[in-house]
Nanobody, 113 residues
Framework: VQLVESGGGLVQAGDSLTLSCAAS????????MGWYRQAPGSQRELVAVISTGGSTNYADSLKGRFTISRDIAKNTVYLQMSSLKPEDTGVYYC????????WGQGTQVTVSS
């Protein structure tokens, strides 16, 4: 499974941004897909995941600002981020878990104050 992220960039605090993750296989075959992020000097942390059945799970600190969704026909998972803060800065990685776990190459999100 190959995962290709896009949509990262430099934004200002308070802005919104949507990330996309395109999978090389039908995402309906993948048990869980989602997003993790890694800030400079920090460990990679969960942002949000979505299961085959459509159930979602978010990091508590991000609930209400971030929304994960998917387009099965396009084999794509999205992460809508709103009211961005400088502490949201980091590399955002797409994640897929079936029998094995797969990671994308990451996309940089930088939020300036």
């Amino acid at each position: 499974v190959q995962l290709v992220e896009s949509g990262g960039g430099l934004v200002q605090a308070g802005d919104s941004l949507t990330l996309s993750c395109a999978a090389s296989v039908s995402i309906f075959r993948i048990n869980t897909m989602g997003w993790y992020r890694q800030a400079p000097g920090s460990q990679r942390e969960l942002v949000a995941v979505i299961s085959t059945g459509g159930s979602t799970n978010y990091a508590d600190s991000l609930k209400g600002r971030f929304t994960i969704s998917r387009d099965i026909a396009k084999n794509t998972v999205y992460l809508q981020m709103s009211s961005l803060k400088p502490e949201d800065t980091g590399v955002y990685y797409c994640y897929a878990k079936g029998i094995y776990a797969y990671w994308g190459q990451g996309t940089q999100v930088t939020v300036s104050s």
